[in-house]
């Protein structure tokens, strides 16, 4: 009989790239993982997870959030899955710190996101699997919470809160309110609830069931960060496959999370590039492409608002102080990137 580690590499069908921690072979991890629980008075209720990747200078704080929960530590298991490329700064950053006494630190040789959230999926020991990021901070009642929502909802398939963005400075004049999203901000109000159609939780700030994870297979691993690159809807794959096991994605509002925005990202140039990688994203994850119509539509009608002599190319990547038009500017990018990896025809061929 294969292991439930063995099992769940196979559904992703990465049986041999088993990820390891440093010094353990894949084998060794399953013995390490049955012998930690053989020795435990009980599992712990859930698994806060922190992946992190060339942030050694805000990973401390991340940490520090997690070992001020107000959910006793018997209860919670802390896993950093570090797969950094840096080895020299791992190694000085290792080599100073520890992990909490009841964490572990995982270590993988191979970037990406959704490869280090299915190392932490592995070695965990919860039921419940909470994920957050390297430069977010937990609110003391953020593992309470989630354990809180699951256990009264059982038709719950994932569960996630409010993420409060730490801006470098003041938030950008020229942000659109349908743009907060990309810059990770979650707000669906005061009340725990199942999210409406287009709603979505964010991935610094949501948490799974762990069987739940390992039957559908984890997580997409062509999807998510890897790098420098900002490739996302890692979660919106998880959460589709959730769906058709009858799950219910629900915002808790207790789960509070706070995320900072880094001062590179607040700028107009970065968050083309969001949606340029969004559409991306989409493509690769199978999300319903626009309609070319609706692509021709907003490409014209933003193009309409510019003066004649903008009315090119380079009007797609004017910075400017109006929110509404940079928002018609980002849809019209997105609509002529669609229209380039989709059919591209001239609309009047």
């Given at each position: 009989m294969p292991t439930r580690e063995q099992a769940f590499f196979r559904m992703n069908g990465e049986t041999e790239a088993m990820e390891r921690r440093v010094g353990i072979s894949p084998g060794e991890i399953t013995e390490q993982e049955e012998r930690l629980a053989s020795q435990s008075t009980g599992a712990p209720a859930i698994a806060a997870v922190i992946c992190t990747y060339n942030r050694y200078d805000l990973l401390p704080h991340a940490i520090a959030s997690l070992e001020k929960q107000i959910l006793p530590s018997s209860a919670l298991e802390i896993l950093i899955v570090d797969n950094s490329a840096d080895l020299d700064a791992q190694r000085e950053f290792w080599d100073t710190h520890s992990a909490p006494k009841n964490g572990r630190v995982l270590f993988d040789t191979v970037p990406g996101l959704s490869r280090a959230r299915n190392t932490a999926t592995r070695a965990a020991r919860a039921p419940i699997i909470a994920y957050m990021d390297d430069d977010a901070i937990a609110e003391p009642e953020w593992c309470s919470s989630i354990v809180g929502a699951f256990k009264e909802l059982p038709d719950?398939?994932?569960?996630?809160?409010?993420?409060?963005?730490?801006?470098?400075?003041?938030?950008?004049?020229?942000?659109?309110?349908?743009?907060?999203?990309?810059?990770?901000?979650?707000?669906?109000?005061?009340?725990?609830?199942?999210?409406?159609?287009?709603?979505?939780?964010?991935?610094?700030?949501?948490?799974?069931?762990?069987?739940?994870?390992?039957?559908?297979?984890?997580?997409?691993?062509?999807?998510?960060?890897?790098?420098?690159?900002?490739?996302?809807?890692?979660?919106?794959?998880?959460?589709?496959?959730?769906?058709?096991?009858?799950?219910?994605?629900?915002?808790?509002?207790?789960?509070?999370?706070?995320?900072?925005?880094?001062?590179?990202?607040?700028?107009?140039?970065?968050?083309?590039?969001?949606?340029?990688?969004?559409?991306?994203?989409?493509?690769?994850?199978?999300?319903?492409?626009?309609?070319?119509?609706?692509?021709?539509?907003?490409?014209?009608?933003?193009?309409?608002?510019?003066?004649?002599?903008?009315?090119?190319?380079?009007?797609?990547?004017?910075?400017?102080?109006?929110?509404?038009?940079?928002?018609?500017?980002?849809?019209?990018?997105?609509?002529?990137?669609?229209?380039?990896?989709?059919?591209?025809?001239?609309?009047?061929?």
């Open positions: 719950a398939g994932a569960v996630g809160g409010p993420v409060e963005p730490i801006w470098p400075g003041e938030e950008p004049p020229w942000l659109h309110k349908w743009q907060r999203g990309f810059f990770t901000i979650v707000d669906h109000g005061d009340e725990r609830r199942a999210l409406g159609e287009k709603e979505w939780l964010a991935g610094t700030n949501i948490a799974f069931r762990r069987a739940d994870l390992e039957q559908i297979g984890g997580f997409h691993e062509s999807l998510g960060r890897i790098g420098a690159s900002l490739l996302s809807n890692e979660e919106l794959s998880v959460a589709a496959k959730l769906k058709e096991m009858g799950r219910v994605p629900y915002y808790e509002p207790g789960a509070k999370v706070l995320h900072r925005v880094h001062s590179e990202r607040v700028s107009q140039q970065w968050l083309r590039r969001r949606v340029a990688w969004q559409v991306i994203s989409d493509l690769l994850s199978g999300t319903p492409k626009m309609q070319s119509e609706v692509c021709w539509s907003r490409l014209a009608e933003y193009l309409r608002q510019l003066p004649p002599e903008m009315r090119g190319v380079r009007g797609l990547f004017l910075d400017g102080p109006d929110s509404d038009l940079f928002y018609k500017q980002c849809e019209a990018l997105e609509a002529v990137l669609y229209l380039a990896l989709n059919d591209g025809k001239d609309p009047e061929a």
